[in-house]
């Protein structure tokens, strides 16, 4: 028999002949097997435990609105029937919300998801995306599983997004996409609108710039870029944080027309569910509750802020649902994040430097505090060295 | 000012001069704008009404079981928490049904993400992708939305998928991916288990073997292929149908372990909703409410074929919750369509001959179908050429 391309497997039960098996791409060949974050559930299973105080992955522990669990419950007897693939009564909502068109909304389960679309329709292989050093690792996941090109800029020594520099190499790198966390994810650090307008005008022409605003709702009024988009930003929100609705999947971009209608043409139509897109209009019905979860997650930030300078620790100043805290080394604070893990206490820490030497904790509630707060303690006792 | 590649855009208030702005991809730009479906919601605006009779989109109008609802209402509390990105309790059930391992499973939010997951990782722009022509159009939609090339074979001239057609196309066109819906989708009809073999049996050894199982509750015990799959077999399985959690957007995979290793390099991680996980997981404990899903959908699919007889027309044997019915022409069958809608009833129709003379009516409740009936007869008069 001749010799066949491909990967061969053998037929265990029979010893027949081996034969060759279909490959993925060769783009897809050269990514990487890996998992940019690994689920409390996985974690609990490997520490053998059923439950975790879970405050790692930056899910509000002030759950959704009562409202929207009450459209979500209503919604149920109809879970046999497809969700609308337009989302036109949340858009409509949110297009009055922002005022803008329902023609600059679209709706997806997700800002990861958002992200993928993004990077399919406006990236090749081998185009360069931008963004600072070490921000959300899903856009990485996906810049990477699409072939394309990643390049960063270091942040500043205080996890600061450096904008200037960000822009500096967008003129240098003309890269066809252009990243933006605000506030960043991990590092809660916002950069202030007239920053955020500096580097879009310094943008080369054919450069698409992404503004994921995932944790806008904890944000100062006033200290993000007013409402609106031109025709190369893309604003991402998403249900997931403030709203309680991390579960359901949903989140929507604001772009220009005809960014959406490029959308449209492979997005996966029906891919949010119906109980999503009720719980988020409900939850749209409900600012009292947002306003309440904002104003408990603000008195957990002081309390995390708190317990850091206790230790005579440093904390980055945060403007989202979580807060670094500064625990040494990297060695250390992976320590810190694996003795927490053992206490039962789930939290992540940022993976690049300068801060990887912090670990990242989501506000819980005020008992989820008083536990996180015991356990690092406990941790950092045992760390063996000193720690600054 | 040097004029720059790209399209160009005014700025309205200012009236400066015009800006390049980013284009998508070429090969995102070749789309055309498509949308496989048009949901009942945007029909029912269409035609200014706010509900249909909705038997068009082969969802259950039997609904979730009771046990799938409680399930997803006790963890709408948790909804502020993300899903298990790995599924783990449902992949072990799922093992447990199909006598596989976990690593042979990949849970996805419905057939059609897996399908883009499985076009996106095994096709580059340029493979040929084989399907039987007119099948289910969101395969379609992934491998343009993907660029690939689309080869087709027609089916018999009762609907029925022409298997020794695909094995000889494939033979020649040596496709990167062959797509088989079994039952199909819009036709209803199965191919046995013995011509499946045939086809896996007959395909080149690069060929990728995409079987799409949706409808497979309603098949007959024993007419499918039995459980298990080589190396070069996807098949794939929903909720969305006899599970009626189309709304819940909860599919799965099978296949060998290199491939959903591949699956796992890329695809969304945190994309299946927590209640869809609960819900499934509940579904799948509640064998009996299938089995009465079952046994109401095959009366129905008796009554719609009793109804097509009465008025001496063709419907074509069904293995799913839907049957085809033919109207007469292409035109007619339009025509049936909107004085359907008209009516208050959603169907849709197959677009490709030999069945685009057809409709396709989901199975509903008793009393659906007996509106359906109702509006049927009074519409088949309306049209104004004589059937047959």
Same mark, same amino acid.
């Given at each position: !028999?001749?010799?066949? &391309?491909?990967?061969?497997?053998?037929?265990?039960?029979?010893?027949?002949?081996?034969?060759?098996?279909?490959?993925?791409?060769?783009?897809?060949?050269?990514?990487?097997?890996?998992?940019?974050f690994?689920a409390p559930?996985?974690?609990?299973?490997?520490?053998?435990?059923?439950?975790?105080?879970r405050i790692g992955a930056n899910e509000s522990s002030f759950g959704p609105?009562? &409202?929207?669990?009450?459209?979500?419950?209503?919604?149920?007897?109809?879970?046999?029937?497809?969700?609308?693939?337009?989302?036109?009564?949340?858009?409509?909502?949110?297009?009055?919300?922002?005022?803008?068109?329902?023609?600059?909304?679209?709706?997806?389960?997700?800002?990861?998801?958002?992200?993928? %679309?993004?990077?399919?329709?406006?990236?090749? &292989?081998?185009?360069?995306?931008? !963004?600072?050093?070490?921000?959300?690792?899903?856009?990485? +996941?996906?810049?990477?599983?699409?072939?394309?090109?990643?390049?960063?800029?270091?942040?500043?020594?205080?996890?600061?997004?450096?904008?200037?520099?960000?822009?500096?190499?967008?003129?240098?790198?003309?890269?066809?996409?252009?990243?933006?966390?605000?506030?960043?994810?991990?590092?809660?650090?916002?950069?202030?609108?007239?920053?955020?307008?500096?580097?879009?005008?310094? %943008?080369?022409?054919?450069?698409?710039?992404?503004?994921?605003?995932?944790?806008?709702?904890?944000?100062?009024?006033?200290?993000?870029?007013?409402?609106?988009?031109?025709?190369?930003?893309?604003?991402?929100?998403t249900f997931s944080k403030a709203h309680g609705l991390a579960g359901a &999947?949903?989140? +929507?971009?604001?772009?220009?027309?005809?960014?959406?209608?490029?959308?449209?043409?492979?997005?996966?139509?029906?891919?949010?569910?119906?109980?999503?897109?009720?719980?988020?209009?409900?939850?749209?019905?409900?600012?009292?509750?947002?306003?309440?979860v904002?104003?408990?997650?603000?008195?957990?930030?002081?309390? +995390?802020?708190?317990?850091?300078?206790?230790?005579?620790?440093?904390? %980055?100043?945060?403007?989202?649902n979580f807060?670094?805290?500064?625990?040494?080394?990297?060695?250390?604070?992976?320590? !810190?994040?694996?003795?927490?893990?053992?206490?039962?206490?789930f939290?992540r820490?940022?993976?690049?430097?300068?801060?990887?030497?912090?670990?990242?904790?989501t506000i819980g509630?005020?008992?989820e505090?008083?536990?996180?707060?015991?356990?690092?303690?406990?941790?950092?006792?045992? %760390?063996?060295?000193?720690?600054?």
């Amino acid at each position: !028999m001749p010799s066949r &391309r491909g990967a061969a497997t053998a037929n265990p039960k029979s010893g027949e002949e081996m034969e060759p098996f279909p490959q993925p791409t060769p783009q897809i060949r050269e990514v990487p097997a890996t998992t940019p974050f690994v689920a409390p559930e996985e974690l609990a299973r490997r520490v053998g435990r059923t439950s975790l105080v879970r405050i790692g992955a930056n899910e509000s522990s002030f759950g959704p609105s009562p &409202r929207a669990i009450e459209a979500m419950r209503d919604s149920l007897a109809l879970t046999s029937y497809y969700g609308d693939p337009e989302s036109f009564e949340l858009r409509t909502a949110l297009a009055a919300r922002h005022g803008c068109a329902i023609d600059n909304l679209v709706v997806g389960a997700g800002i990861d998801d958002l992200l993928g %679309l993004i990077v399919r329709t406006y990236a090749a &292989r081998g185009d360069v995306a931008l !963004m600072s050093h070490g921000s959300y690792a899903t856009f990485t +996941y996906h810049v990477v599983g699409y072939g394309l090109t990643l390049a960063t800029v270091p942040p500043f020594e205080d996890g600061a997004i450096d904008v200037d520099a960000l822009a500096a190499a967008a003129v240098e790198r003309r890269p066809k996409i252009v990243y933006l966390a605000n506030p960043d994810n991990p590092s809660g650090t916002l950069v202030d609108r007239d920053a955020v307008a500096r580097l879009r005008a310094a %943008l080369p022409p054919q450069t698409l710039f992404v503004l994921d605003e995932a944790y806008a709702d904890f944000v100062a009024p006033g200290a993000l870029p007013p409402d609106g988009v031109d025709a190369r930003t893309i604003r991402l929100r998403t249900f997931s944080k403030a709203h309680g609705l991390a579960g359901a &999947r949903i989140a +929507y971009a604001i772009a220009a027309p005809e960014v959406i209608a490029t959308f449209q043409k492979v997005r996966l139509h029906f891919g949010v569910s119906r109980a999503a897109q009720a719980g988020a209009l409900a939850s749209l019905g409900d600012p009292a509750f947002i306003a309440e979860v904002v104003a408990e997650v603000a008195r957990g930030r002081d309390e +995390y802020r708190a317990l850091a300078a206790r230790h005579g620790l440093r904390a %980055l100043p945060s403007h989202t649902n979580f807060v670094c805290i500064e625990v040494g080394t990297r060695a250390q604070a992976e320590a !810190m994040v694996h003795g927490l893990l053992e206490r039962g206490v789930f939290v992540r820490k940022p993976g690049a430097p300068p801060i990887d030497g912090f670990i990242r904790v989501t506000i819980g509630t005020p008992e989820e505090r008083a536990l996180f707060a015991e356990a690092f303690d406990a941790v950092l006792e045992t %760390l063996r060295e000193p720690v600054r």
